[in-house]
């Protein structure tokens, strides 16, 4: 049995809902560490910091470090994820698609217990 054809469209929804799944994930972890950082007092302790260490340039670097910065940020670069991940199976599967056409395909053996 050869592997000679992957889908267009199969490959591009497939790669679509594993970065879907991803970004949801990205988004989770970084709602979760920012939590767990603010309960633990290290956001404001490196704000306090930053100000002590840099004075007035320490405390406008660490103004635009709030939750719904941290959380545009994180769903910006999930969002630009999706797009990625989704071009990049889609570009994958023309790309084997085109390939099998010069070297045959893949031989794929299936086996039965």
Partial sequence: MRLVYIDFWSALKMSFLISLV???IIVALT?????V???VGLVSMLTTFLESVAGAQGASLVSGLTFANVMT????VALLEVIVVSALGAIFAALFNLATNVVGGWKVTFGSD
Avoid: N, P, R, Y
């Fill in 22 to 24: 991803i970004a949801v």
């Fill in 37 to 39: 950082l603010d309960k």
């Fill in 31 to 35: 709602l979760l560490l920012w939590s």
């Fill in 73 to 76: 940020f994180t769903l910006v």
